[in-house]
Structures are given as C-alpha cells and as structure tokens.
C-alpha cells in the first residue's frame, strides 16, 4: 500500500518497530525534514541523484561538516531503502553519493594525571557551596569514576538503573550489578555488552548508593538522579563534567566523551590489546577501535623523543 506521508510513516515505524531512542528519532526527524524541504513539494520518489548531489554541494558550500552531511546522507538512504519497499522507486536517488572525504582527527584524550585530578575534584566543584550540596559531590564524582572507569557514552551512562528492573510498562534494558562489579549496557545498533567497573568507581557508587534514597520521589529505579528526583538529562551531564573541569584547573574542554576517549587510550597504552578495548567500547567493528592505535603511537613517540639521547633537543 503506497503510504500518504512516507516521512511520518517511516518515523512512526522507527520509534514503534525499531524502538530507536528519541534523540536518534529527533535526528532522524530533523534530517529527513531537510530532504522534504529539497522537494520542494514534488513526491519524494521524484527527487534524481542529481538533486542530491546539489544539496551535497550547498551544504559544503554553506559550511555543513563532512560528517554532518555523511549522517544526512546515511538517513536519506535509509528513507529510500524502506520506501522501495512499500512503492515502485527506479532507483534510490542517494544510493551512488557519496560525502565530502572528513579531515582524520584524533579524539582528545585526558593524560593520566589530569584524569586524575578530574577524579578527585568534584569537591572542589562545590567549595564553599555547604552541605546541601554533598550529595551533588557524591554523585557528580560517581559519575565521573564511571564514566572513565568503564569508558560509557553518554547515553549509556544516563540510562542505567541501580538494578534490573521488570514491572508494568517498563523492563531495564541498563543497570549495574554491584555484587558482580560490573555494568550491562544497551548500546550503540542495539547491542548488549557487559563492562568492568573498577574499584574507585564502585568506592564512589557506593557512597553515591548510601545517600541516594533522598532524592528517590517519582521513581527508584535511575541509578543517577537529579535534585528533584528525576533521571539525570544528558545536558546536565555535560554540564556537571565541565564545572567539575573548570574546577579542577584542566585547560582542556571537557565533555563526557572525553572521558571514554581517555579510558580507550589509557586502556591500549598499558595492554597493548585492541581486541579488548573494541569489546569494552562496544565497537561493533575493529576499524572504529583503530583510531586509538594513532593515540598510542603518539604517547610512544613522546617518550622517545623525551628519552632517546639522539632525539632530545640540545639545550
């Protein structure tokens, strides 16, 4: 049956058949708004891959990242994918197009001993501020220990629940396993994977568990909470990270990301093993792990130009 509105059929069948999250609908939403908006009320099935390679081109022009425009891309494609099937296309219009080639960066990571003031400043995030901030300390530096011990993303991180969780209308798909000194996370493509979590982080989920039950209100399940009791949103996530940041003297900007960049990067450096690193990132793919490999070489060519008496720089 040829659908009346391709877009919102497809989003509805995203959000109740996929089950993706809402940020990624929302992406999803906004993307496929752009490509309504190349139509220009033509059909959808009418759009050529010459129109989409002029909208590649204005969008470069315009100053729309590589990457941005390779997501744009990577949801048209998608959208015609699932519209071949419901009508006739002779083609999918973005199938042969391709984004500008992205300029290789780097992930910034944190070295060892600014992790490490990082770990050890939520306090100073909150001097002078008095006791009615405690628990906020207890739970911002939770966090963070997380965060670096087990190298979460962000929306895994805000997802977990204190335990599992099954009742009416709701079923865990996070939690951590304290006994087991281990989280399991849903994560990227709907994978499950289950990551270490190491002794200061349990040392400060338990300080964190200790006074918790005071802002449980609406629901007891989040492991992390706000001041009014509901599951921490990921913008006051990155906003709480950077305070404790600023705090903490480090000059870098610092975001959660930064914190899973820092534990792959310190992960490889002391093992060496990429295989692992992959599995505890939950990389569905050895090549989006590589990258670290880059970050290794450049902590090896430090120390080598720090300690070889041929590449020292002569005083």
Avoid at 224 to 244: C, T
């Amino acid at each position: 049956m040829t659908p009346t509105d391709p877009i919102a059929d497809y989003l509805d069948e995203l959000e109740h058949v996929r089950r993706l999250s809402a940020h990624t609908l929302r992406g999803y939403a906004y993307e496929l708004g752009e490509l309504k908006k190349l139509a220009n009320g033509r059909p959808l099935e009418h759009i050529t891959s010459a129109d989409v390679r002029g909208a590649v081109t204005r969008a470069h022009a315009g100053g729309l990242t590589a990457r941005s425009i390779a997501h744009r891309l990577s949801a048209w494609r998608a959208f015609y994918r699932w519209l071949a099937g419901h009508i006739e296309l002779a083609a999918n219009p973005v199938a042969a197009v391709r984004a500008p080639k992205r300029a290789k960066t780097l992930p910034k990571a944190l070295s060892v001993d600014d992790a490490t003031r990082l770990m050890e400043a939520p306090a100073a995030a909150h001097a002078g501020d008095g006791a009615a901030h405690s628990l906020e300390t207890l739970r911002d530096h939770a966090m963070l220990e997380l965060f670096y011990s087990s190298g979460l993303r962000l929306a895994e991180l805000v997802s977990l629940d204190v335990n599992y969780v099954k009742r009416d209308g709701y079923e865990s798909t996070s939690w951590l396993k304290r006994d087991a000194a281990e989280v399991e996370v849903h994560g990227k493509g709907n994978r499950h994977r289950l990551v270490p979590v190491g002794k200061k982080a349990l040392e400060a989920l338990d300080a964190w568990l200790a006074v918790r039950g005071a802002w449980v209100k609406h629901d007891d399940a989040p492991l992390f909470l706000s001041v009014r009791g509901n599951r921490m949103a990921p913008g006051v996530v990155r906003e709480r990270v950077k305070r404790v940041a600023i705090a903490a003297g480090i000059p870098a900007n610092v975001h959660p990301h930064v914190l899973r960049h820092s534990f792959a990067t310190h992960l490889l450096q002391s093992s060496g093993d990429l295989r692992a690193v992959q599995e505890l990132l939950g990389h569905a793919s050895i090549s989006a792990t590589q990258v670290y490999t880059s970050l290794d070489f450049q902590h090896l060519a430090k120390v080598y130009d720090n300690a070889h008496p041929r590449a020292k720089k002569r005083e």
